[in-house]
């Protein structure tokens, strides 16, 4: 599966790939623009919080928006930038929350890993291998929500729930995606973060969670078996066979001279 997760991701990303660079550029205006523009006010702390919390809050907006879209993307959907920007609208409060909860835990654990270390001693060591492992277990859950958000019905509580569910019950492939992003991150640094980038990403999250999602579609077409047999002998070449035939038609051939096929 992780073979035909990566093909699909390239040639979907290959099709939208405006729309990423698009994605991209945006994130890219938000982030950097507002804290560059928060900077320019520093002499102001007032002007100066109001712009890099608007910034801020308005990051998660956008964020969730790119994953609605690449999520229909993934589905063999074309993506619609009338339909993107109207997204917007249905994420003002959640988008927020989403980008507030990321930072604290991005910015929380890693001071308290540090921090139970700097403790020394067996006691400091075991607490900062606790905490190192409760941040580890939260990163590779939590990168399933925008996914969760785009793919699936629910409020914010209800689809953080279904990240660990998904985390726990895949906890091999959940790594498998934290190393891929990673790979992608490091990869768009050489263009400046505009290809594949975020958006690049968001859209691999998004194809993954797909994948998975027909393995639970699947167990559930066969309720005479128990939740762990089933999951244990899921048949992943007929699960995923509309899949790898979608992605066994195209070439890299195609995609250059598309002309030619």
């Given at each position: ?252 051939k195609g995609l250059i001279f598309p002309w030619r096929d």
């Open positions: 599966m992780k073979g035909l997760l990566i093909r699909k991701a390239f040639y979907d990303g290959w099709d939208s790939v405006l729309f990423l660079l698009l994605g991209n550029i945006l994130l890219f205006v938000v982030a950097f623009g507002g804290f560059a523009l928060a900077h320019l006010t520093a002499p102001t702390f007032g002007i100066f919080l109001t712009i890099l919390a608007i910034a801020i809050l308005l990051l998660g907006v956008v964020l969730l928006s790119v994953s609605d879209e690449l999520a229909r993307v993934s589905a063999f959907q074309p993506f619609s930038l009338k339909r993107f920007f109207l997204s917007m609208k249905k994420y003002l409060l959640l988008g927020p929350l989403y980008i507030l909860i990321f930072i604290f835990f991005l910015v929380l654990f890693p001071l308290a890993v540090y921090w139970y270390f700097s403790l020394g001693g067996l006691l400091g060591t075991v607490l900062g291998l606790i905490m190192f492992w409760i941040s580890l277990i939260f990163y590779l859950a939590f990168q399933w929500f925008l996914p969760v958000k785009s793919q699936l019905e629910g409020n914010f509580v209800k689809a953080l729930k279904k990240c660990f569910i998904i985390f726990f019950d895949n906890p091999g492939f959940s790594l498998f995606m934290l190393l891929y992003s990673l790979v992608i991150l490091v990869l768009s640094m050489i263009p400046f973060l505009l290809l594949p980038g975020i958006s690049g990403i968001l859209l691999a999250q998004n194809e993954a969670f797909r994948l998975l999602m027909r393995k639970y579609d699947w167990m559930e077409e066969h309720p005479e078996l128990d939740f762990a047999t089933a999951r244990k002998n899921v048949p992943w070449d007929e699960v995923l066979s509309e899949e790898y035939d979608a992605v066994d038609s195209r070439s890299l």
